[in-house]
T-cell receptor
Framework: GNSVTQMEGPVTLSEEAFLTINCTYTATGYPSLFWYVQYPGEGLQLLLKATKADDKGSNKGFEATYRKETTSFHLEKGSVQVSDSAVYFCALSEYNFNKFYFGSGTKLNVKP | GAVVSQHPSWVICKSGTSVKIECRSLDFQATTMFWYRQFPKQSLMLMATSNEGSKATYEQGVEKDKFLINHASLTLSTLTVTSAHPEDSSFYIC????????????FGPGTRLLVL
C-alpha cells in the first residue's frame, strides 16, 4: 500500500540554521510527491511538489528532490527564518490523484 | 489563484444539532474535493472524497449517515455533521483538486467545530 513517514518533531532551530526534514514513502506505482505547510491556526498550503523521479521542487528557499532509489523526498532550506515556524506535511498521491496520503507532520520552531 | 474558502471558520453548537460547513473553490472549478479531519497535534485524516454530481466515497470507519457530503456544483461542496456530539469536536479541512493536470490539492483554511 501507500504511506508516508516523516521524522518526528518538534524540530527547534536558531534563525539562519540549515533545515532538513526527512520524508520517505512507500508506493505501489509512481506517485507525485508534495510538501505542504500549515501555519498556526490556518489550513494547509502547498509549498512545493515533484511529479517524477529526479525532479526538484522548490519554493521560498525550500527544496526537495524526488529520489526514487531511496524512496525519499527530504525537505531542505539553507537558512531558516522565524517566519518559517509551522507544521510541515509530506504527502504523496497516486497517479490518478484521487487519493492523497499524508505524513504525520513535523513541527518546526525557529528561534530568533 | 487556486483559492479555497470555508465557511464558517469556527462554530459552536449544542449537542444534538446539525452543522453545515461549506467549501468553495473561488477561482477554479473542482470536480473533486476532499474532506479531512485533523486532531490536535496529529495529521489529517481523510474522511471522504467528494465528486461533483455523484455520491461521496467515504473512508473506512467514517459514518456516511452522520457526515453528509454534497457536491452539487463544480465550486461548492458541503459537509453536514448531523446530530453532533462532543466527540465530533474537531478541525475540519476541505481541499479541492486543481492545478495543471488536476494533480494538486488546494486547501481551505479549516473550520473549527466545538460541540457542547
Amino acid at each position: 500500500g501507500n504511506s508516508v513517514t516523516q521524522m518526528e518533531g518538534p524540530v527547534t532551530l536558531s534563525e539562519e540554521a540549515f533545515l532538513t526534514i526527512n520524508c520517505t514513502y512507500t508506493a505501489t506505482g509512481y506517485p507525485s510527491l508534495f510538501w505542504y505547510v500549515q501555519y498556526p491556526g490556518e489550513g494547509l498550503q502547498l509549498l512545493l511538489k515533484a511529479t517524477k523521479a529526479d525532479d526538484k521542487g522548490s519554493n521560498k528557499g525550500f527544496e526537495a528532490t524526488y529520489r526514487k532509489e531511496t524512496t525519499s523526498f527530504h525537505l531542505e532550506k539553507g537558512s531558516v527564518q522565524v517566519s518559517d515556524s509551522a507544521v510541515y506535511f509530506c504527502a504523496l498521491s497516486e497517479y490518478n490523484f484521487n487519493k492523497f496520503y499524508f505524513g504525520s507532520g513535523t513541527k518546526l520552531n525557529v528561534k530568533p | 489563484g487556486a483559492v479555497v474558502s470555508q465557511h464558517p471558520s469556527w462554530v459552536i453548537c449544542k449537542s444534538g444539532t446539525s452543522v453545515k460547513i461549506e467549501c468553495r473553490s473561488l477561482d477554479f472549478q473542482a470536480t473533486t474535493m476532499f474532506w479531512y479531519r485533523q486532531f490536535p497535534k496529529q495529521s489529517l485524516m481523510l474522511m471522504a472524497t467528494s465528486n461533483e454530481g455523484s455520491k461521496a466515497t467515504y473512508e473506512q470507519g467514517v459514518e456516511k449517515d452522520k457526515f453528509l457530503i454534497n457536491h452539487a456544483s463544480l465550486t461548492l461542496s458541503t459537509l453536514t455533521v448531523t446530530s453532533a456530539h462532543p466527540e465530533d469536536s474537531s478541525f475540519y479541512i476541505c481541499s479541492a483538486l486543481g492545478g495543471e493536470g488536476q494533480e494538486t490539492q488546494y486547501f481551505g483554511p479549516g473550520t473549527r467545530l466545538l460541540v457542547l
